[in-house]
């Protein structure tokens, strides 16, 4: 599945850090993925995601917590 989404999304993940301004190292010690996002682009990630693995926008929530 991570390869999918590595083909999907090579703005958010990689095998490459040099591809990114502030890469994380994954648990798996495989991909890298970017961590300087703004609130927008994290939205952006998830949908892609749930898209991704085949489900709908009802399939998953944002929660947030009140200002």
Not at 33 to 53: G, R
Request: glycine share 2%.
């Amino acid at each position: 599945m991570v390869l999918l989404f590595q083909a999907t999304l090579p703005r958010f993940l990689s095998k490459d850090d040099t591809k990114f301004r502030r890469p994380q190292k994954l648990e798996n010690n495989v991909f890298i993925v970017e961590t300087n996002f703004s609130a927008k682009d994290i939205h952006y990630f998830c949908v892609k995601v749930v898209e991704t693995m085949g489900l709908s926008s009802e399939d998953w929530s944002v929660e947030r917590e009140p200002k």
